[in-house]
């Protein structure tokens, strides 16, 4: 399995929480980057949050503006593993979240990642 694989999106009333989750194989976990994107109908997939890490310097988060404070990221190694905890959520975080892996360069731009799951859909009524 090289391909991420997410889960935890669903249906939620405005304010409320979800957790996604993605598990990707080893060899593209080591790639020292892992991170969140959305998309909706129509449009292209935004950035929403990354980790990024190495040995000298550790791990690296970023968040797009619109997301921070709400949302966290995070990692477990030993699971190869990615986590999105998003809280007051808005109708606006409405859209399907993919999990990305991989890649080089600028990490807000969805053409810089290698390896994409199939992608969870997120519903915030209002």
């Known amino acids: 399995q090289v391909q991420p694989v997410e889960s935890g999106g669903g249906l939620v009333q405005a304010g409320g929480s979800l957790r996604l989750s993605c598990a990707a194989s080893?060899?593209?976990?080591?790639?020292?980057?892992m991170g969140w994107f959305r998309q909706v109908p129509g449009k292209g997939r935004d950035f929403v949050a990354a980790i990024l890490w190495n040995s000298w310097r550790g791990d690296r988060i970023y968040y797009t503006d619109s997301v921070k404070g709400r949302f966290t990221i995070s990692r477990g190694v030993a699971e190869n593993t990615l986590t999105l905890q998003m809280k007051s959520l808005e109708p606006e975080d409405t859209a399907v979240y993919y999990c990305?892996?991989?890649?080089?360069?600028?990490?807000?731009?969805?053409?810089?990642?290698?390896?994409w799951g199939q992608g969870t859909q997120v519903t915030v009524s209002s």
């Open positions: 990305a892996t991989g890649g080089s360069g600028d990490f807000t731009i969805a053409t810089s990642w290698d390896y």
């Open positions: 080893k060899s593209t976990f080591s790639a020292y980057r």
